[in-house]
């Protein structure tokens, strides 16, 4: 790459960071192109040369941030940790990414935009799917969860665990809380709200 196309890059990537910090607090149709270059420090003409449109501006972006947050994912399922720090990273991402993008974001980039739609089905069936039932899996072999329960039905559970993490952390503010919190929802995920059987 040589220092035009070095650059170039460089000013593409602060026009996606820019409009991904956009995406953190406003709806898709709030943000204008106007209001992306003047926080980037670019012109419209700019942004309209790279992308092209707002719109597929915002698909670079959701693309990005779709591959990055599964890229991280299949580094935790790798990892050598036990499973019980795998669940903690899963429940604590979500609060992570709460503060990227906003859930009712997410939410509408995906029901109006059918190429957004498309990503995330895509994403989800070939890797996502794919790297939750790799993580059951190892988490069997090595005896952490119970050989009586599915793969499907594990996945089932981290899905809700996943989803309705969001609302719980999203309300807590200092970190002792959080801390206190996230290891409370591991406690119930491994034993349910009674806690483990006595050891008699």
């Keep these: 790459m040589n220092g035009f196309e070095r650059r170039a890059q460089q000013i593409k990537n602060?026009?996606?960071?820019?409009?991904?910090?956009?995406?953190?607090?406003?709806?898709?149709?709030?943000?204008?192109?106007?209001?992306?270059?003047?926080?980037?420090?670019v012109s419209q003409v700019t942004i309209y040369n790279y992308f092209g449109s707002k719109e597929a501006l915002i698909r670079e972006v959701f693309r990005d941030y779709v591959q990055s947050t599964v890229d991280e994912f299949?580094?935790?399922?790798?990892?050598?940790?036990?499973?019980k720090e795998k669940i903690e990273y899963i429940v604590l991402q979500k609060k992570n990414n709460t503060h990227t993008l906003h859930p009712s974001v997410l939410a509408e980039l995906v029901q109006e935009d059918p190429e957004i739609q498309e990503l995330v089905r895509k994403n989800y069936e070939e890797r996502s799917l794919p790297?939750?039932?790799?993580?059951?899996?190892?988490?069997?072999?090595?005896?952490?969860?119970?050989?009586?329960?599915?793969v499907e039905t594990v996945i089932l559970y981290l899905n809700?665990?996943?989803?309705?993490?969001?609302?719980?952390?999203?309300?807590?503010?200092?970190?002792?809380?959080?801390?206190?919190?996230?290891?409370?929802?591991?406690?119930?995920?491994?034993?349910?709200?009674c806690g483990p059987k006595s050891q008699n």
Excluded: W
């Excluded at 960071?17 to 980037?40: F, N, V, W, Y």
């Excluded at 299949?74 to 499973?83: D, F, K, Q, T, Y």
């Excluded at 790297?131 to 599915?150: F, W």
């Design 74 to 83: 299949e580094s935790v399922v790798r990892a050598n940790v036990s499973l």
């Design 14 to 41: 602060r026009i996606k960071e820019t409009a991904l910090k956009m995406l953190a607090s406003c709806s898709p149709k709030q943000i204008r192109i106007a209001d992306i270059a003047g926080e980037a420090g």
């Design 131 to 150: 790297l939750m039932a790799e993580l059951v899996g190892k988490a069997k072999a090595n005896g952490e969860i119970s050989e009586g329960i599915s």
């Design 160 to 193: 809700m665990l996943y989803d309705s993490s969001a609302r719980m952390l999203e309300s807590t503010q200092n970190s002792e809380d959080l801390d206190k919190l996230v290891e409370e929802m591991v406690h119930v995920f491994f034993y349910g709200i």
